[in-house]
């Protein structure tokens, strides 16, 4: 037993490994040994630095530790190379052998994938190309006609003459005083429901008559014509809202009339006849809809308040240099639209769509954030959903609905719904929306350039065929982006031009016949 352990041990036979055997059983053995070495954590590893290297998203993720700890063998003999022995397959995946498409996938830029991943690069791409064309756009109209501002863009000694409309403005705060005295008396049972509607169609029709004859009587600039007609249907919208609320109200409330789901504790307290601090806080408030009370905010920020004051002035200013500098120049030196050629037409619309473009988001900025952020945040109102998110609108009936949400707010409250309710079909509802929004449009812009050629009312009810052609493609094509081509370029590119074209030659051609 002793001799036996003392006994050298055996030298090492190094034999070659067995040649597999030949025919089909060989093969369906080695491809047996192949999986299962392809199935160790070193195989794993190796395949998910090759999809990293070849761009593969499909590959196997790292092996876990445990499966690392178990293959510990595996692993050292993958980094020898296969070195370690004839059964080691872990760098298969490096093989011609081993199959590079795994799975079916789309290419990036197809309808189906377009979507699914960020194109932050293209997106540099076109801020890149937008400002190599503009500082060639900005270069040449400067080369052509100077610096064109002026230093009486804000004020000069003609804006003088405009003071009746000044006038005019300071005085049309009796109109809701008028109307909150009608409530009173409705309130009190001194006088009726009808007769208190009797006196709010007269209020409201004598406020936006009384705006439009000064405007007509003297002859004023476009712009305070147009700046006194914007708050005259401002002030006309927020009276219609006052009187209509009001009557809802004094019904619930004297008739016992039930409603058709529970009050929440707010709908309560906004069940409360008007006070002159409510109608005041309303006329200044950045909404259309009246109601007693709103959401308040607990306190005015004062620094981001002057931030965005700073900002306003800024693109306020910006405004005015767009207008001066780039739009004026075009449209002095073109000609009708509907007069000239159908070539220099298009070359003239395409001109101007791109400042007009700049323009039209200004004021959008401006207005819509700026201004009624500014008001909001002093008066502390709280709900400030004044947009949605209508740059990704897919059809024209979902861009009316996000731009312009105190409008579309006061829509749906006193005219859509209100038609709903005495029987009149969604798409008659829809329509009288339009119309009644396309004949402000049309005071708002011919009124104070004294003419009536109902470009306006015309653009806003063409939106309807537009919204059922935009409708249709997104049934059409799958809920893609088509309907929102559609928009920009017909709002963009090809509505607003042309009316600023229209309304201007028209404007010229009268102030030419009255010479």
Sequence with gaps: MADTDDAPP???????????????????GFAAKLRRRLSSGAAAAARASFAADSGDESGPGEPSSSRRRDNGGDASSAADGGRGGAGDFSAFTFRAAAPVHRKAKESPLSSDAIFKQSHAGLFNLCIVVLVAV????????????????????????????????LMCCLSLPVFPLGAFAVEKLAFNNLITDAAATCFHIFLTTLEIVYPVLVILKCDSAVLSGFVLMFIACIVWLKLVSFAHTNHDIRKLITSGKKVDNELTVADIDNLQAPTLGSLTYFMMAPTLCYQPSYPRTP???????????????????????????????????????????????????????????YLWLCMFYCLFHLWLNILAEILRFGDREFYKDWWNAKTIDEYWRKWNMPVHKWMLRHIYFPCIRN??????????????????????????????????????????????????????????????MIFWFFFCIYGQPMCVLLYYHDVMNRTEKTK
Excluded at 19 to 26: F, K, L
Aim: charged letters at 15%; aromatic letters at 12%.
């Design 10 to 28: 055996a030298p090492a036979v190094h034999r070659r490994p067995p040649r597999p055997a030949r025919g089909a059983a060989a093969a369906q």
């Design 299 to 357: 306190y005015v920020r004062k620094g981001w308040l002057v931030r965005q004051v700073i900002l306003y002035l800024i693109f306020t200013g910006l405004q005015g240099f767009i207008i001066e500098q780039y739009i004026n120049p075009i449209v002095v030196n073109s000609q009708h639209p509907l007069k000239g050629g159908l070539l220099n037409a298009v070359e003239t619309v395409l001109k101007l769509s791109l400042p007009n473009v």
């Design 423 to 484: 029987g009149i079909s969604k798409e008659v509802a829809a329509f009288i929306a339009f119309f009644v929004s396309a004949v402000f449009h049309e005071l708002c812009v011919a009124v104070p350039c004294h003419i009536l050629k109902f470009w306006a009312f015309l653009g806003i009810m063409l939106q309807i065929p537009l919204i059922i052609l935009t409708s249709y493609l997104k049934n059409k094509f799958n809920d893609t982006m088509v309907g929102n």
């Design 134 to 165: 503009n500082s060639r756009l900005i270069i040449e109209n400067l080369m052509k006609y100077g610096l064109l501002i002026r230093s009486g863009f804000w004020f000069n000694a003609t804006s003088l003459r405009d003071w009746p409309l």
